[in-house]
């Protein structure tokens, strides 16, 4: 099935026509869970991971043999305004690190078994300052959904979206203001490491770049291109791409969290195909994870990005289907259940 973002109509149509869980399903894991050899509700959240999985994967015993780490990559004006504390050319030197292997991404996806792919977009030619003017065009925000849509391997049953992208926090707080509302040093962090001065200087540009928007109308196609960044974009399309493949998806911190509440914001049920990985030490992220009414599988106080969070959630979730697919029921172990 070819996903098509050539325009925000179609954005509109996939959005209004989402694919919900298969409830048939996931009832029979639930009466599973119940029969296995434990205490039900004793293996905690794993109980409702394994659940969740055959829900979307529409099979009692779900199953992970192709997860798909996607990486996607690009720069922001906004980073132009010093609200970062490293310069746009790291984007590009993480890239190839990434792509020779040495980040810790690199690592955490083979531990996990994943398979890692890395996409580049336009890195030569950042985005627009978007405390002045929309970040991108509507025609390059559509471009930049298409690439995460087409990101997806045929053969994926997990997908755990990434990104890489000096300024990049600035646009997720800048979305999760815009969404939520409150005041932008609620959804501000230090990102790679600002001082106080920073920071504040920070939250102003925040504060302006919502003002400049927050009386206007916006779809998710035009939120992401006032406020967001290529990579956020392309996240977005990955993730709406995977809802209507019935895919799961692991997201990761608070960018790629973020990335999603524009789809979020027009449909609330946009993200049910969607776990939060881990709870990010950007302080916008517990807030935005609190009124999504999610709750993350980890909390190690990670903040690097890359997918690492969803990387290491990707065991979790592992952990939660061998016990749900390999326990005997009381039945066939000849145990009473009481």
């Known amino acids: 099935m070819k996903i098509e973002f050539s325009n925000p109509d179609e954005v509109h ?70 609200v970062s504390a490293f310069p746009p050319e790291v984007t590009e030197q993480m890239v190839l690190t990434f792509q020779h292997g040495g980040a810790a991404i690199n690592q955490l996806c083979q531990a996990a078994g994943a398979s890692l792919n890395v996409f580049p977009l336009s890195l030569d030619n950042p985005t627009a300052d978007f405390s002045e003017q929309p970040a991108m065009s509507v025609e390059d925000t559509l471009a930049a959904m298409q690439i995460g849509a087409d990101a997806i391997p045929d053969d994926a049953d997990l997908i755990l979206p990434g990104e890489m992208g000096i300024g990049n926090t600035s646009s997720a707080a800048a979305l999760s203001h815009l969404v939520f509302g409150g005041q932008a040093d609620t959804w501000t962090g230090r990102g790679t490491g600002l001082d106080d001065d920073r920071l504040a200087h920070k939250i102003s540009i925040i504060t302006k770049a919502v003002n400049r928007v927050k009386s206007q109308t916006l779809d998710p196609v035009a939120m992401l291109s006032e406020l967001g960044g290529r990579e956020l974009a392309a996240i977005a399309g990955c993730v709406l791409a995977a809802r209507i493949r019935r895919i799961p998806v692991l997201l990761d911190g608070f960018i790629s969290t973020a990335a999603c509440l524009p789809l979020w914001a027009s449909n609330n049920a946009a993200l049910d195909h969607c776990q939060i990985s881990h709870y990010s030490k950007e302080p916008g992220h517990r807030h935005v994870i609190d009124a999504l009414g999610k709750t993350a599988i980890l909390d190690l106080d990670l903040r690097l990005g890359e997918a690492s969070g969803a990387a290491i959630a990707l065991q979790i979730v592992r952990s939660a289907l061998a016990a749900h697919n390999g326990m005997a029921t009381f039945a066939e172990a000849g145990v009473s259940d009481g």
């Open 13 to 82: 149509t996939y959005m209004a026509n989402l694919p919900a869980i298969d409830t048939a399903t996931a009832d029979q894991a639930h009466d599973r869970q119940q029969q296995l050899t434990k205490p039900p509700g004793s293996l905690g959240r794993l109980e409702d991971l394994a659940i969740w999985m055959a829900g979307w994967q529409g099979q009692e015993k779900p199953q992970i043999k192709e997860p798909a780490c996607l990486i996607f990559a690009g720069n922001h004006g906004v980073a132009q305004n010093g």
